[in-house]
C-alpha cells in the first residue's frame, strides 16, 4: 500500500519552460511535505518544503502547492534550466517534534532539454 | 564540513555473509537514519535514531540492526545477507530544531548481494 504515489516515472521539458512534478498522498496523518532532487550516485538534496498549514511556499525558481482536500502537492520549476534535470522524490510525514519518518513516493525523472 | 559520509560506496557479498555499512555525520544532528532505495523504488525507512543509545525500527527493519553509542555515527549492520537485501542504502541526519527537520542524506552505499 503505497501512501505517497508519483505517478509519473518521467518528465521531458524545454529549457526555459515550466516543470511541473505531481504527488498524491492517501494517510490523512501527513503533515508536512517535501521535495528532493537526486543526481546519478549522489544522495538525494532538500529542495523546499511546505507544512498543511500554508497551500503554497516559492523559494526562487521552485514552488511547492498544497491541496489537502485532493491529498495532492505539485513542485513547479519556473524557468527549467539543464541542471535541473535529476530524479525528484515527494517525501511526507506527520509535523511532530523530533525524527521526521518520511515516506517517499518513487521519483519522477526530470530531463530538460536544450 | 563534510556532511554525512558513508561507507563503502560499493560491496558485493555472498548470501549468508555479514557487514556494517558506516555512516557518519559531523553536523552535530540529534537524528539519523538509514534508508534503502530498490530501483525504481521510493526510499524505506529501516531505522532510525533521536539520540546515542536511543534507537527504533522504521517501515523495513527485518534482516538489520543499528547501534548508536556516539552522536556522530549510526551503524547498519547486515547479519546474514539474503538477495532480497540487494539496495543502495543512504544514511542521513537532521538536528532538532522544533517540528520542520529537513534531512541531509550522504552518497549511498550500493550493496549487491549474490
Known amino acids: 500500500d503505497q501512501q505517497v504515489k508519483q505517478n509519473s516515472p518521467s518528465l521531458s521539458v524545454q529549457e526555459g519552460r515550466i516543470s511541473i512534478l505531481n504527488c498524491d498522498y492517501t494517510?490523512?496523518?501527513?503533515?508536512?511535505f517535501l521535495w528532493y532532487k537526486k543526481y546519478p550516485a549522489e544522495g538525494p538534496t532538500f529542495l523546499i518544503s511546505?507544512?498543511?498549514?500554508?497551500d503554497k511556499n516559492e523559494d526562487g525558481r521552485f514552488t511547492v502547492f498544497l491541496n489537502k482536500s485532493a491529498k495532492h502537492l505539485s513542485l513547479h520549476i519556473v524557468p527549467s534550466q539543464p541542471g535541473d534535470s535529476a530524479v525528484y522524490f515527494c517525501?511526507?510525514?506527520?509535523?511532530?517534534?523530533?525524527?521526521?519518518?518520511?515516506?517517499f513516493g518513487q521519483g519522477t525523472r526530470l530531463t530538460i532539454n536544450p | 564540513n563534510a556532511g554525512v559520509t558513508q561507507t563503502p560506496k560499493f560491496r558485493i557479498l555472498k548470501i549468508g555473509q555479514s557487514m556494517t555499512l558506516q555512516c557518519t555525520q559531523d553536523?552535530?544532528?540529534?537524528?539519523m537514519y538509514w534508508y534503502r532505495q530498490d530501483p525504481g523504488m521510493g526510499l524505506k525507512l529501516i531505522y532510525y535514531?533521536?539520540?546515542?543509545?536511543?534507537?527504533d525500527k522504521g517501515e523495513v527493519p527485518n534482516g538489520y540492526n543499528v547501534s548508536r553509542s556516539t552522536t556522530e555515527d549510526f551503524p547498519l549492520r547486515l547479519e546474514l545477507a539474503a538477495p532480497s537485501q540487494t539496495s543502495v542504502y543512504f544514511c542521513?541526519?537532521?538536528?532538532?530544531?522544533?517540528?520542520?527537520?529537513?534531512?541531509?542524506f550522504g552518497p549511498g552505499t550500493r550493496l549487491t548481494v549474490l
Open positions: 494517510n490523512s496523518m501527513f503533515d508536512y
Open positions: 542521513a541526519s537532521s538536528w532538532d530544531r522544533g517540528r520542520y527537520n529537513e534531512q541531509f
Open positions: 511546505i507544512s498543511s498549514i500554508k
Open positions: 535514531s533521536v539520540g546515542a543509545g536511543i534507537t
Open positions: 553536523m552535530n544532528h540529534n537524528y
Open positions: 517525501a511526507a510525514s506527520p509535523l511532530i517534534q523530533g525524527a521526521q519518518k518520511l515516506v
